[in-house]
């Protein structure tokens, strides 16, 4: 099957600095990536839908100015979260998808501690 | 109401034991639905996709009913490696080709 990798795996930093997670689909052209984010005990939300070349298209509810999303080629997306809070600690998982997959295809997800 | 509901588990259940899991969705424009398995701050790993005809694999079945807007997975002759947390996942979109919506998903624990 497709292999979608992330990194970092895990990171702390502290409030108000900026971190970038990285998304990659290492084996195939993905035409759309999604972020997902998870907070302990609750289901996967939906951040974003991120298609290569275009502008990112965002959740209701989740701020595209904190959250930069970019996906500039069919194998990589990358996650901004800007001025992070503590409340931003979180489990962020990516996923792609392409024409030749039926299924999403998950990252291992990124952990996010903010101080 | 959440678009995506589950039991709220957990489910302590013994080795060769079986379990069913139930999960219904509010949206009837649902398409396509799935369970999927996540284990303990890893991803979520597509487990088996659910037809309204029913499916199986292995020890695995899944049922839908479109009518109820309710979905189903039973587990039988439950293994030590079953323990993980099964999210049940609903798509607007044919396949898995767009947008999931998960459940919080139900937490299983097989003892020995």
Redesign the interface.
């Known amino acids: 099957g497709a292999v979608v990798s992330q990194h970092p795996s895990w990171v702390i930093c502290k409030s108000g600095t900026s971190v970038k997670i990285e998304c990659r689909s290492l084996d195939f052209q993905a035409t759309t990536m999604f972020w997902y984010r998870q907070f302990p005990k609750q289901s996967l939300m939906l951040m974003a839908t991120s298609n290569e070349g275009s502008k990112a298209t965002y959740e209701q509810g989740v701020e595209k100015d904190k959250f930069l999303i970019n996906h500039a080629s069919l194998t990589l997306s990358t996650l901004t979260v800007t001025s992070a809070h503590p409340e931003d600690s979180s489990f962020y998982i990516c996923s792609a998808i392409s024409r030749d997959y039926y299924e999403q295809y998950f990252g291992p997800g990124t952990r996010l501690t903010v101080t | 109401r959440k678009e995506?509901e589950q039991d709220p588990g957990p489910f302590n259940v013994p080795e060769g034991a079986t379990v069913a899991f139930n999960c219904t969705y509010s949206n009837s424009a649902s398409q396509s639905f799935f369970w999927y398995r996540q284990d303990c701050?890893?991803?979520?790993?597509?487990l088996m996709s659910v037809y309204s005809s029913g499916n199986e694999d292995g020890r695995f079945t899944a049922q839908l009913n479109r009518a109820s807007q309710y979905i189903s997975l039973l587990i039988r002759d439950s293994k030590l490696s079953d323990s993980a947390t099964y999210?049940c996942v609903v798509s607007y979109y044919g396949?898995?080709?767009g947008?999931?919506?998960?459940?919080?998903?139900t937490k299983l624990s097989v003892k020995p």
């Open positions: 995506v701050r890893k991803e979520p790993k597509l999210l396949g898995s080709q947008n999931l919506i998960f459940g919080k998903g």
